[in-house]
């Protein structure tokens, strides 16, 4: 089992930043990959970013340029670094974690809303 919480949601205008954290309630060693979702109202939810435990990396499309996702071991935390937001980014943002054992197990913080203004 994993829990996850997360922090860091807000408003913000077009073109601004905003950091998001996600922290582990164990070492994240131990977690084959964690990332970060968005879902969008009437959307379905979709991957945003990817970090797996030897730090490769994963983006969709819509974030490469401006989203960066980076990891803290010491602190069982994941960063989703968020730049040049725009109002098409607006979504409740959710942290996951992947656990590979003899399946594979999802799981899901409690999602942080993430608003865009124009």
């Known amino acids: 089992q994993v829990q996850l919480v997360e922090s860091g949601g807000g408003l913000v205008q077009a073109g601004g930043s905003l950091r998001l954290s996600c922290t582990a309630s164990?070492?994240?060693?131990?977690?084959?990959?964690m990332g970060w979702y968005r879902q969008a109202p009437g959307k379905q939810r979709e991957l945003v970013a990817l970090i797996t435990r030897d730090s490769t990396t994963t983006y969709a499309d819509s974030v490469k340029g401006r989203f960066t996702i980076s990891r803290d071991n010491a602190k069982n935390t994941v960063y989703l670094q968020m730049n040049s937001l725009k109002p098409e980014d607006t979504a409740v943002y959710y942290c996951?974690?992947?656990?590979?054992?003899?399946?594979?197990?999802?799981?899901w913080g409690q999602g942080t809303q993430v608003t865009v203004s124009s």
């Open positions: 164990r070492t994240i060693f131990s977690i084959n990959a």
């Open positions: 996951n974690a992947r656990v590979v054992t003899t399946y594979l197990a999802h799981y």
